[in-house]
């Protein structure tokens, strides 16, 4: 049977994004697959957080996976921090993955940006000390970039070489600029990242790996992801091919399943931007638990154009292109046809509100029915993480003794 694996952070409200994007394929696949659900509250962590609120927002996303359908008969359904293998395997690939494919990540960039507002130094002297770690991580990656070299050189197996040559080739191609104007502009990006950086959690730049480490342990053949976690999916099936490579063969390299609509729900006030639990914009994300009165209100709202016509453009019409496709996955429509229906906004706008209340009126109802057994929560969860780790201290221990590591006992 196909294993497939799938996680979110409890940061922020659930959203129409979140089901649409991801839960709703989560439930119709777990009939089908052996299927594994985390709830990822160690990745909370690399940005700023409430740790008063945190423990209650996990239980709370337990809570919506249950309200959504998923059935802990059918899956399994757990506390990332609660399996410590996935840590433990998280140092394994740290030391497999190279500092150029991290600074490569898209999300970094993006999410380094927001953390340096939201997290600042508190002080100059912190700024000078940060600045100063900065200047000594950049020396020690040079020297150790430099061994890593020289083994390499040193290695016999070919197929290892090889895989380290693709990836060192990929960096100076990624690197080489087309053009000098372009090259310039590439230059001047990075710097402005690099200024940002230094203010960032080291979390933030390593994530990648957590969630490769949280793919790899279970042997998914299959993740549900977004399409603007596809990078991170790579970096995992990248990771995965050279520790294989190199210590042989010890994890499934996984493949991506991405819905075809409804994949990438935009934010109803910035259609040019994903709807995000990470982002504050409370007016353009409609939360799974809104009532009735605020789903209308929000999408009512929403941001179309001028032109006033009613097509399926996301380039040149972004907030009507959104409303269509929420409209098409709430009602396994399509969203070009359904244009055709519409003359003008309003009506487009009061059909969508309709469909998302009906859509997530039983799923508010489910929720308040879980979250008043808190202790049935807390034992699917413990369950949940028991049989996580039956198959994650497995795929650990095989990867530890792989890489050459004296086992305990």
């Known amino acids: 049977m196909t294993r497939v694996l799938s996680g979110v952070q409890p940061s922020g409200d659930m959203h129409i994004g979140n089901y649409l994007g991801a839960f709703r394929s989560w439930v119709a696949s777990q009939a089908e697959h052996d ?3 985390c709830i990822v509250d160690l990745h909370a962590l690399t940005s700023e957080h409430d740790r008063g609120t945190l423990a209650d927002r996990t239980l709370a996303a337990a809570a919506v996976l249950l309200a959504v359908g998923l059935d802990p008969a059918q899956c399994t359904l757990f506390v990332q921090s609660h399996v ?4 433990q395997l998280a140092w394994l690939l ?3 993955a190279t500092m150029g494919e991290l600074r490569r990540m898209t999300q970094f960039k993006e999410k380094t940006r927001r953390a340096t507002a939201e997290d600042p130094p508190a002080s100059a002297a912190d700024a000078a000390v940060e600045a100063d770690a900065a200047v000594d991580a950049d020396a020690s990656a040079s020297a150790s970039a430099s061994a890593d070299a020289a083994a390499s050189a040193a290695a016999s197996a070919a197929v290892a070489v090889a895989v380290e040559t693709d990836a060192a080739v990929g960096e100076a ?14 230059a001047e990006a990075d710097e402005r990242v690099r200024d940002a950086s230094g203010a960032a959690r080291v979390g933030l730049f390593t994530y990648p790996v957590l969630m490769a480490a949280d793919i790899l342990l279970y042997d998914a053949d299959r993740v549900p992801v977004g399409d603007d976690q596809r990078q991170h999916l790579e970096l995992a099936r990248t990771l995965a091919s050279r520790f294989n490579s190199r210590y042989g063969a ?18 109803l006030q910035d259609p040019t931007r994903k709807m995000s639990k990470s982002v504050s914009s409370p007016q353009g994300t409609v939360s799974v638990l809104d009532p009735p009165d605020v789903v209308r209100r929000k999408v009512r709202r929403a941001v179309t154009d001028t032109d006033r016509e009613v097509r399926h453009d996301p380039d040149s019409k972004p907030g009507v292109s959104n409303l269509l496709e929420l409209l098409a996955a709430a009602t396994s429509g399509d969203p070009v046809e359904l244009a055709d229906r519409y003359q003008e906004y309003g009506a487009l706008k009061d059909d969508v509100a309709d469909a998302l209340v009906e859509l997530l009126r039983p799923v508010r109802a ?9 202790g049935e929560l807390r034992r699917v969860l413990t369950d949940g993480a028991g049989r996580a780790r039956q198959v994650a201290a497995a795929t650990l221990a095989r990867a530890s003794t792989h890489m050459g590591l004296l086992a305990a006992g």
């Open 35 to 37: 299927s594994f659900y």
């Open 84 to 87: 410590p293998e996935h840590t």
């Open 173 to 186: 191609s990624a690197a080489q600029p087309e053009t000098a104007g372009s090259g310039r502009r590439a």
């Open 94 to 96: 740290e030391c497999t």
């Open 250 to 267: 010890t994890f499934v390299v996984p493949q991506a399943a991405v819905p075809a609509v409804g994949a990438r729900v935009m934010d």
């Open 366 to 374: 489910r929720y308040d029915l879980v979250m008043a057994d808190p």
